[in-house]
C-alpha cells in the first residue's frame, strides 16, 4: 500500500524515538491511507499516533502550502474540508494523530509536510542551486577574460579589484549555504556594476 521511499520520508521525518509503523495494520479508504505508529520499549508496545496520508502524487502543490511548510518538521492547523482531504490524497500533506495511554483519546491533530511536498520544494530548490552555480561559473569567466585586459584607468581597475574580492568571497568553500547565499549573491550582483570586454575598452 505504501511505497519504500514514503516510508523513509516518515522514519527520517515524522516519527519520534523509539516510534515504527504498523504495517500490518494499515487500513485504506477512499484514497487515504491510515497508518498506525507504535512505540516500542523494553516492557511496552503501543500505539502513539495514527497517520493518515495519501499517494496520488499530483505534479503542482498549492502555492499556500509552499509557504506554510518551510520544512518537513513544520506543524500546522487546517480545518476538515473536501480540499484538506484532497491535500492528503495528493501527498502533499499528512495528518498526524497523537494518542493518549488509553490508545484511543485522541491527544492533539496537526498536519505535516507531505512526500510529494518534500520532493516537489526540493526541486525547486534544486533549480535555484543551479541557476546560482551557472551564475557563479559566468562570474568567473567574465572575470578571467577581464583582468587579462590593457588600458584600465585607475578607477575600472578598482572596481575590478572589488569584483574579484566579491568572487572570491562566493566561490571560497564555506562562504555559500542554504539559508543566506542566494541574498547575499543577488545582492551583490546589483552593487558591483557589469563588467564586459569590448576589443581594447572595458565598458563598466
Known sequence: MINNVWKDYLYEYILLKNEELNLLDIRENNGLIDIPVVKKTARTRRTVAMLTVGINNKNVPPSNLLKDFTSPKSKKQ????????????????IREYRLAKDERTVKSVQFRMGFSLFLYKKQIEDEKETKKTQSITEWKEQWIKIKNSSSLNLKRKEQLNRLKDILDEVVTEGKINH???TWRFQSKRKIIPTCQPDGDRVII
Open 78 to 93: 487546517f480545518e476538515l474540508t473536501n480540499e484538506t482531504y484532497e491535500w492528503i490524497r495528493n501527498g502533499w500533506i
Open 179 to 181: 539559508n543566506s547565499s
